[in-house]
DNA sequence: GCTTTATCGGACTATTTAGTCCACTTTATC
DNA sequence: GATAAAGTGGACTAAATAGTCCGATAAAGC
């Protein structure tokens, strides 16, 4: 993703990407608690222990800063669940994996909801740029999801003709649902209640 | 709702009351479209055609109108789905709910998402009491789903057993994600497909 | 009418925040 | 080691923005 930084063409030395990894760290933290317009430059520079010319060395300004974060967000996330998913092919892995995220996400009553989700309604009315790059990010989460599924297809345990990239829709929506209803809330239930009804209706598929 | 108005045992003439809802109703449609953050005093003074001494006579400062905003939200959400599922008690009548909402957002390519749900991600981690505002707006809302899938039930639509609380949750999960999914790709599609997965799983207890 | 209170306009202040600039240091390359 | 480019610190600027204040008008209650 090369719209994150500034100087695409640029020489990069391991103390400057050093640098820039922190900076990208710090903000992504930063971000993640308080949200992305509550988060200043300021508080980014504090956390971060650098100075302003090397922010803007880096980044173009803020919003050069946000895609850099997206994109590491998003790696993150993607790995994450690449390791969860990738070689899941049971309705019980799928249960493990939402067992993992209901409870990584108790840890802190729902607070914060997911890292992509509160980025993505932050920031979509605001860069275009942004927002593609979120969605791109859910397409590849949901294309997991839906790989879980197609594996289910092929062991028998879901219909063939069960559309697995509409359930992987439905199901991305409840987890994000759910993270946001649990936000609110500062209770985990209703997330974990949301994803119990997608993985029941996928469950129930193959028993009519 | 008390927190919002800073002169709480105050006379409010006519006059007054007028700038006051002209105030909240330009707030209302800027944060809608801008985000909360996004939309200055500044902006709602000019929208409204007020003078900022009037926006603090009348409320203690940005939170206290944000909280305002949320209550006249809320209350036409709240209004407008009273009427849509007050008397609903048939899958097609849910059916029909779901093309009112799908219809309504695709006519903006699903890009400024739920109301009620774009408030809730961007206040909830700043701002604890407009948090549990939208919190109980949320249970409102899914109670009047509730009532639906209970109306079902008494009708033998729906089996007795089914709990339909957790049923209502799962459906405003499905919803709420779906209108993130929606803003996040600037395509109605994925809000569609969310709903109707959760409708098609409630239809589906039926035909057990 | 007279008094009090609500309502109003808009200039003003203090602060925050994104972004700029320049002198200086470190690192790479030849 | 000389030179150029990358990296760094931090003061500075310009603009945006929340919030204050005061003088004035309109409305209400007696």
Same mark, same amino acid.
Do not use: D, I, N, V
């Given at each position: 993703m090369t719209t994150a930084d500034s100087h695409n063409g640029r020489r990069l030395t391991a103390r400057g990407a050093k640098t820039r990894t922190r900076i990208v760290a710090a903000a992504t933290d930063l971000m993640y608690v308080k949200g992305v317009r509550a988060t200043t430059l300021d508080d980014v520079l504090a956390a971060s222990g650098v100075s302003k010319s090397q922010l803007y060395h880096h980044f173009d300004g803020k919003d050069a800063l946000v895609r850099a974060v997206i994109d590491n967000v998003g790696e993150r996330v993607i790995e994450r669940e690449r390791d969860a998913l990738g070689h899941v092919s049971t309705i019980r892995g799928l249960r493990r994996w939402r067992d993992t995220l209901v409870q990584s996400n108790a840890l802190r009553h #729902?607070?914060? #909801?997911c890292a992509l989700g509160s980025l993505a309604s932050e920031v979509s009315d605001h860069d275009a740029l942004a927002r593609q790059a979120l969605s791109r990010l859910f397409t590849e989460w949901q294309g997991l999801l839906a790989g879980v599924l197609r594996r289910l297809q092929d062991s028998g345990a879901? +219909? +063939?003709?069960?559309s697995a990239d509409q359930l992987a829709t439905g199901l991305m929506a409840a987890l994000q649902g759910g993270y946001m209803l649990a936000q609110t809330a500062h209770d985990v239930t209703p997330m974990a209640t949301a994803i119990d009804m997608a993985l029941a209706h996928i469950e129930s598929l193959s028993e009519r």
């Open positions: #729902g607070a914060y #909801g879901l +219909p +063939p003709e069960a």
